[in-house]
């Protein structure tokens, strides 16, 4: 643009100009008119081409705006799209989990079904004997607490007398409170939270 409006600059300047004082007698010539008309041709043209170039510079910077905007959101796009590849991955993984492990589940229920009887106390199993021995301890200090409850809804309902009551639910607390000690001991060494 720049060099359009030099060129056009340098047509103009050589056009030629009118001298005031150099024997003009006051009358209006045809050189005056025809370097009037170039001059006011050559305002009408920068002003138009000036217009044109702030036109066209809004227009570029906008759309190196939109360029950076596309840019950045293809930068985004591209790490969208790798999370969701590394999501499918891992999805897909753990479906293969869940479908080996529905296999095995299935596997079991069918042997199951074909042995009726189950022995319960060899349906829960630990591996080692201080679990076993937390096991029985909370089975035994949850039999103790149902026992207390009951004992509640006979003195409640009349079914016992007071002493009696007080006399069997000082004994199960007692050895509730051993039960959960225990419990507690077991889970220390077997280093367990809580």
Known sequence: MYGIDGALLNIFSKSPTVQPGSGSSGTI????????????VEDKLRRRLKEQFSQLQAELETLRRTQQELTSGSSHLSDLFE??????????????????????????????????SIDVDE?????APLYKQMLNAFA???????????LAEGLRSGIIDLDAFLKQVRQL???QFMLRALMQRCRQKAGLAG
């Open 173 to 175: 607390s007692r050895r």
């Open 123 to 127: 349906a829960v199993t630990t591996i």
């Open 140 to 150: 035994e200090e949850a039999a103790t607490e149902d026992a207390i409850y009951y």
């Open 83 to 116: 999370k969701l590849k590394r999501e499918k991955q891992e999805l897909e993984k753990n479906v293969n989990i869940l479908q080996d492990k529905e296999a095995e589940l299935e596997k079991e229920i069918s042997k199951l079904s074909d042995n009726q």
């Open 29 to 40: 010539t045809e050189e005056h008119i025809r370097a009037s008309l170039l001059s006011a």
